[in-house]
């Protein structure tokens, strides 16, 4: 594997983030987003993720290869009663599937959430996206239901496997 660098993504990090959004919105259909990105202003992307640092038990996380974002992977908690739990994002650039970058994310952001104690990781997956639905087994995630029409791209709806992982 390529030098690749994995870390906290910071203020600083915002335009690359943005940047990276755009690409793999481009790439790909099993995220909330297209090509266009999240309609944020990198000010805006500043403050979410100087948000997310200042949350100790929440995090986003950035591999860089070449100074170039190529994949995210973020813990994000929940508020008040459900404070025990946190929802779980990754996303690997096309061009780096099947490198075990993904796997890498996820351990990271397992060890994390342990380490802050997230007791439960809840997460959505395009119940078509076989690859990601194997790698979220393979770490112990267990599927506890289905959202019907979760997506709707174009004329075409499309259902997610809801998962989670128990670290209790």
Same mark, same amino acid.
């Given at each position: 594997? =390529?030098?690749?660098?994995?870390?906290?993504?910071?203020?600083?990090?915002?335009?690359?983030?943005?940047?990276?959004?755009?690409?793999?919105?481009? @790439?790909? =259909?099993?995220?909330?987003?297209?090509?266009?990105?999240? /309609?944020?202003? !990198?000010?805006?992307?500043?403050?979410? *993720?100087?948000?997310? #640092? =200042?949350? /100790?038990?929440?995090?986003?996380?950035?591999?860089?290869?070449?100074?170039?974002? !190529?994949?995210?992977?973020?813990?994000?908690? $929940? /508020?008040?009663?459900?404070?025990?739990?946190? @929802?779980?994002? *990754?996303?690997?650039?096309?061009?780096?599937? %099947?490198?075990? !970058?993904?796997?890498?994310?996820?351990?990271? *952001?397992?060890?994390?959430?342990?380490?802050?104690? +997230?007791?439960?990781?809840?997460?959505?997956?395009? %119940?078509? %996206?076989?690859?990601?639905? #194997? $790698?979220?087994?393979?770490?112990?995630?267990? #599927? !506890?239901?289905?959202? /019907?029409?979760?997506?709707?791209?174009?004329?075409?709806?499309? =259902?997610?496997? +809801?998962?989670? $992982?128990? *670290?209790?």
């Amino acid at each position: 594997m =390529d030098e690749i660098q994995i870390r906290e993504l910071k203020r600083e990090d915002a335009e690359k983030l943005i940047e990276y959004t755009k690409r793999i919105g481009a @790439e790909t =259909d099993n995220l909330s987003f297209g090509p266009e990105g999240f /309609p944020l202003t !990198i000010d805006d992307e500043a403050k979410n *993720l100087e948000n997310m #640092h =200042d949350d /100790p038990k929440s995090i986003m996380l950035g591999a860089f290869k070449a100074d170039k974002i !190529i994949a995210n992977g973020s813990i994000s908690s $929940l /508020p008040r009663r459900m404070s025990h739990r946190a @929802e779980l994002g *990754l996303s690997v650039l096309k061009s780096e599937w %099947n490198k075990g !970058i993904g796997s890498i994310m996820l351990e990271k *952001l397992i060890e994390f959430s342990k380490s802050s104690g +997230i007791e439960i990781i809840n997460l959505e997956v395009r %119940n078509d %996206n076989q690859s990601a639905i #194997h $790698l979220y087994e393979k770490f112990g995630f267990k #599927h !506890i239901g289905t959202s /019907p029409a979760f997506f709707k791209i174009e004329d075409k709806y499309y =259902d997610f496997e +809801i998962m989670y $992982l128990d *670290l209790r």
